[in-house]
Structure formats: C-alpha cells, structure tokens
C-alpha cells in the first residue's frame, strides 16, 4: 500500500509540475510518470544505501523518505520545482532530485555520467574498512545504487563505467554496487532495440543480471531484494533490468506524437504502472479500485494545494545568491602533529639523508607526497601506472611499497574511471590524489571534473562535495619526446571551470609546498584543485650550465607551504617585470641573468596560481615596475597571456607585452620548442620593450 501511495505522490508531482510550468512558476518538467516501480527499489534498499539516481526516480525518493522520519517530501520537492531559495537540496539553482539525509547525491543532465562516481563510492566502501576516513560516510555494509536509462546505457562514460565494474570484480575486488535500468524503450524519440538490454547485459563476467516488470510492483520488490542482497553480501556488482514505460513523452515540451504512432502512445497509456497496482491491490484484497482512487485523488488535491503555497517562496535573484554555493564550506578536520620520526626513519629509510642535499623536482614532489600519506590516512593515489612502475617519470617511485596498493592504486586504462574513482571515493571521506599521466589525456575525461566535480557543491548548495587534488603531468619542452600528445600546452580547458583550483609550480621547492598547500585545500576546505607538473621539469637539474645544479632545491621543511594566491618574486628589479610560471619560469631565470649583465634591473614573478588568477598579488608584484613581459608557454588563443594583459589593463598603468606559444600544436624531434617561447626570445623581447641596445 505504501508503494502505491509513493507511485500516486510521484505521479501527482509530474502533473503539478506542468502546472506550474504554465503558470510561469515552475520552469522544467522533466517526469517520472511510467517510472513509478522504482519506489519498490526503494523500498528493497536501505535508506543509508548511496543513490545516484536517473532524472525519473522521483518515485525512488519518495518512497524513501517514507522510510526516515521527519522527511517533508512533497513541500521539498515542490521547492525544487519552483526553484525557490528554500529548495533543500540544490538552494533554487536547478530542479533535481536528491536529499543529504537520504543519502541521495544530486545528479547533472548529462547522461551517464554520475556512473564512474557510483563505481568509485562502491569501492570506496571496502576501502574504508580497511583504512576508515575522518569524514566517512558510508556504512560497512551498505552498498550503492546507481540508474539510470535504456538508452544512456550505449554512452561510452555508461560503457567504461560498467567496465571498470566488472574489471574490479573479476579480481575478486569487493564492488557492492547495483546498476538499475530502467527500460522504457526509447531515449527522446529513439527506440532502443527490442531486447536490446537483456542481449548486451545478461552476460558479462562480473555482473550479474537480474530482471523484472516495473509495472508489477510485487515482481519488482522481490526481485530488486534479491538483487541488493546478492550485492550485499557477496559485496559483487549487480544489474537490475526493470521494464517500465514513459507516459507524458520525454519533458514537459515533448509531443511524442510527433515520433510515435498515436497507437503506441495509447499502448503506453493503458499499461499505466498505477492502473496495474490498483489491480494487484484489489487482487490480493488489499484496498478496493474505489480506495485506491480515493487516494490518488486525495494525493493530487494536496499536492496542488502545497505547491500554491511553495510559489509564494523567494527565489534566488542576484549573482551573489547564485554563486554562494560555488565554493564549497570548510569542514573540521582533526589537528595533526605530522608524521612521528620513527615513521618516517621507518618509511624514508637512505632518503632521509639526502633531504638536505639539492635534489630534484621529481624527487621532492615523491617526499612531499610520502610526509602527506604518512600525516592523512585517508589520502589515497590512483592512476595508470603510479603503483609498481611508479609513474611514467618515477614520481610516485616506491609509494606502493611504503603505503600498500590499497592506497596506491594502479587503475585500469580510462581517465574517466579514473576520475570516477576519485570522485566516488571523496563522497566517502578519501582525499583522493588521481594522477592523469599526460595533460592531452585529460580531454576524453574532462567531464568528470567540468560537469561532475566542480558542478556538485553548486547544486547541492554546498551539502556534497568531492574534495580532490588532481595531478597531471603536463606542458611542454621535451627534449626531443613525445610530440604534441606528450606536451600539451593549454590548460584552457581548465581555467573556465568556476571553483576549480589551478596550480603550476615551477620548480621542486615549490611543487612541495605548493602540494602540501593543495591537500589542506582539499582536506580542510573540500576545493577540487588540479596540481599540473612540468614535465620538462621533472628531472632539470641545471639552470645555466652543465653541473650548476641552478634547478634543484633542498626539501622545504615539512611546516612550509605557499598559500594559495602567493606568487613567486625573485629580484627587486624595476626596469623590467617578468610575468610566468612553469617552463617559462625557468627560462626567465635563464634570461634574467643575461638581462641584469646588460645593465637591465629585472624581477621574474612566478604566479604559481593559475586560476584563479592571484590578482592582487601580481599587482603587488609588478608595482613600481616600468615594464611588464609576460612569458607564457600556453597558446596566444585561449593561453594565460590573454587573462594577464586584460589584467594589467584593467588594473595596473604599465603596457604589457606578451611572449606566448603559438596557436600551433608541438612538433616532435629536433623542432620541439619551435613553438614556444625560448630564453633568446625573451631577452630579445625584453631589450626590445625596454629600450636596451642589442
Ligand atoms: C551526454 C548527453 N547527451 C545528450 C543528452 C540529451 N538527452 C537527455 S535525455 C536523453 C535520452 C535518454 O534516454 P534514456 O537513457 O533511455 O532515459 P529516459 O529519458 O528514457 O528515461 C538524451 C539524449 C544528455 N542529457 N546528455
Ligand atoms: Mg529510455
């Protein structure tokens, strides 16, 4: 009875919705009509199970908050429509589904790609049992629950998640994780194959399938119990295939006639999910057809009479109200008093005595990840190749050993796994470290970061977050390696995502403290940050001659960090302030010496920070200079160098000049700096703004 109650609350929400959406007070009306069997996965779940749900499970939130005390879920909802202020999961900035004390995550419009998270959060469960976060939340026993539609299932992000399910579980990794498709045939206006799903899913290793008819909510209950038990204690993925039908078309401005025959739709229409549990109901005597009326009635008179006073809500109006969730809040986190000295005895071993010799960027960024792994137990690595091999350039070299590959993890070949992984963990308390191992192998993957990461604190209004730091070996000037899809040079891609953190040190002092910087930025205030190393860097011993070891730095006392915003200022130069990071940084200090022997005072500010932008800082830094280069490695469209000329256009009264890559990819072998700026280029550059004499 109370599955009927959900279906007639659920049904009632569509119809009201569209209302509202003609009265102008509500403004998306995607449904859930025909989708109303997923109150009985509800019901076959516990509520503290994680749910990354389709856009059509409202039935699957109804039904259960029915089973937490306290829930409001109707006026909840209907907030959501109207996209009020009061909205309790998203703060009035989207209609979604989703509820903190429901453990129901919010999910974006982009389909399929809430499934790489759900396979990480499910992993993250026998993770925490083994090594239990600060902020946990997810229970040993529980599992999680992820659906989605038909047609999303064929989606490469759908694919790849599915995959890396089944590639974990065919290592007899524990993945307690229940897929449910709900099959209603079509995606929009096309039709998925007549027994499409059951051919592709009822047979993969590592995934078992179950099936049943969502328009029975008995056959659904019983086998969705089934299911989740299967995946609760054998701690094994699932497929739950659950027959539903779409009615009301596709969203509110759908007209399915216009793609469907108008016997389809009335086809549909009669095999209404509600109709059929009047029926069961009546069968197995448990309310008769007129009962079970009452209530449908009596549920959409109240529903409309709720959703009269819900509009009267504020509504979110300035870009301040909107953009409050961005950022997400900081979260308490147990002081520590950093790794003990028999740990570290224990864990460095030899290396301990070469901390206070010059050593590399590699190196240090190895040390300073090893202080952090032995100072939070709950940051955990992952990427391809960063355990036994310990990365492409050895960064990560021993990591496995001293930390175990539970919390080094060499994941399978797919960024967007990957990320998932990291992603899905953060929703459990981890302070993931993935690694993507080359920048231009981040774009197959970027979603993940663009459209899941930074999206979710904005539309929770700050209740979910995935705190990570992203490493990613990047940029340019290999000698002689790899060509353009080794050395990419644009992080264009990176700066336009609000919220996200860009750091860029330029060499290994830096890159320790900046790094130490980045986890308490996401340990402490939950920010997503991506941490791009120079890869030309790495190893770069020397600054101007063979031997001089200009490029290596001792490790920065374990206390030391650069806090976010902080640029790098080497010289008190005033003829001449050079505006870089990263590569550029380097050749700057190359030139900067050849500059001041030719009588130019010149200073090289380091930004460190690449989004968001430490404004003030460089400022700061350039003031009192008569001459601004920018050096900038990135490309001239889209490069950094375009944000810092309007930057010193809007703020400063010194004319920038900019020195920048060219809008080129990169060349390998001999010509593989051709494209980018050199340190004869920025002297020639820097004589020529100046005035100096060859
Ligand atoms: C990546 C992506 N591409 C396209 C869309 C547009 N889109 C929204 S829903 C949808 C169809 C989904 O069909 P299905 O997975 O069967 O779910 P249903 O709506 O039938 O429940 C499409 C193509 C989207 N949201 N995301
Ligand atoms: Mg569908």
């Not at 299967?230 to 401005?253: D, E, M, N, Q, S």
Request: glycine share 8%; aromatic share 6%.
């Amino acid at each position: 009875m109370s599955l009927y109650r959900s279906g007639c609350l659920c049904r009632a929400l569509d119809r009201t919705s569209r209302k509202m959406q003609e009265a102008k007070q509500g403004f998306y009306t995607i449904g859930s009509s025909g989708h109303e069997g997923m109150a009985a996965v509800a019901a076959a779940l516990r509520p503290t199970d994680m749910a990354f749900l389709h856009y059509r499970d409202a039935a699957f939130q109804i039904h259960r908050a029915s089973q937490v005390p306290g829930q409001s879920v109707t006026w909840d909802m209907l907030l959501s429509f109207a996209c009020s202020a009061d909205d309790p999961i998203s703060g009035g900035r989207h209609k979604v589904l989703g509820s903190k004390t429901l453990n129901i995550p919010p999910q974006t419009s982009t389909i399929a790609s809430h499934i790489p998270k759900a396979v990480g959060a499910a992993y993250s469960i026998g993770l925490a049992r083994r090594h239990p976060p600060e902020h946990k939340a997810l229970e040993d026993s529980g599992i999680v629950m992820c659906s989605f539609g038909d047609a999303s299932c064929n989606h490469s992000t759908a694919q790849g998640a599915f995959n890396a399910a089944q590639w974990t579980d065919y290592q007899s990794v524990p993945l307690p994780l229940l897929f449910v498709c709900e099959d209603n045939g079509i995606g929009i206006s096309t039709r998925t194959p007549k027994g499409w799903i059951a051919a592709t899913f009822s047979t993969r290793p590592g995934l078992k399938y179950f099936a049943c008819d969502g328009l029975d909510i008995f056959d659904t209950y019983r086998v969705a119990r089934d299911a989740a038990n299967y995946v609760r204690t054998c701690r094994k993925p699932a497929f739950l295939h659950i027959r539903t039908i779409r009615l009301y078309g596709h969203a509110g401005a759908d007209v399915p006639t216009t793609y469907l025959s108008r016997d389809d739709v009335e086809a549909e229409e009669a095999n209404d999910p509600l109709l059929h549990t009047v029926r069961l109901l009546a069968e197995a005597g448990a309310a008769t057809p007129s009962e079970s009326l009452g209530i449908y009635s009596e549920t959409a008179e109240r529903v409309d009479r709720i959703a009269a006073e819900v509009v009267t809500r504020p509504r979110l109006s300035t870009a301040g109200e909107v953009m409050a969730s961005l950022i997400p809040p900081p979260r308490a986190c147990k002081p520590t008093n950093g790794p003990g000295i028999e740990d570290r005895a224990r864990i460095f071993g030899s290396d301990l005595k070469a901390m206070n010799e010059p050593q590399t960027m590699s190196r240090l960024i190895n040390w300073t990840l090893t202080d952090l792994m032995l100072d939070h137990g709950e940051i955990v690595l992952m990427g391809e190749d960063v355990g036994r091999k310990g990365g492409v350039y050895g960064v990560t070299q021993k990591l496995i050993a001293r930390f175990g590959a539970s919390r080094v993890i060499d994941t399978l070949l797919d960024e967007q796994s990957i990320l998932g992984l990291g992603i899905g963990l953060a929703h459990n308390g981890f302070v993931p470290i993935p690694e993507i191992q080359f920048l231009a192998y981040l774009h197959n993957a970027e979603d993940q970061l663009r459209g899941e990461a930074a999206t979710l604190p904005f539309f929770s209004d700050g209740q979910y977050t995935n705190p990570m730091v992203l490493r990613i070996a990047g940029l340019g000037y290999q000698k002689g390696f790899g060509g353009h899809f080794h050395n990419d040079n644009s992080v264009a891609v990176l700066r336009d995502i609000p919220g996200l953190i860009l750091a860029c040190p330029s060499n290994g002092a830096d890159a320790a403290m900046m790094l130490r910087e980045c986890v308490r930025l996401a340990r402490e205030e939950q920010r997503l940050v991506v941490f791009l190393e120079p890869i030309a860097l790495y190893h770069t011993r020397d600054l101007h001659e063979p031997g001089d070891k200009g490029w290596m730095t001792a490790y920065p006392d374990r206390s030391q960090r650069v806090a976010l915003g902080e640029v790098g200022i080497y010289g008190d130069g005033d003829d001449l302030a050079i505006l870089t990071f990263g590569n550029g940084a380097y050749l700057s200090h190359q030139a900067k010496q050849e500059l001041e022997q030719a009588g130019i005072a010149t200073r090289v500010i380091d930004l460190r920070w690449l989004s968001p932008l430490p404004e003030e800082a460089i400022e700061k830094a350039v003031s009192g200079c008569r001459h601004v280069l920018i050096v900038d490695e990135t490309r001239r469209t889209g490069g950094l160098a375009e944000s810092l000329m309007a930057l010193m256009s809007e703020r400063t009264a010194i004319p920038p000049v900019r020195l920048c890559a060219e809008d080129s990819f990169i060349a390998t072998g001999p010509s593989y700096a051709a494209t980018m700026p050199s340190a004869e280029a920025i002297v020639a550059a820097a004589r020529a703004l100046t005035g100096a004499s060859a």
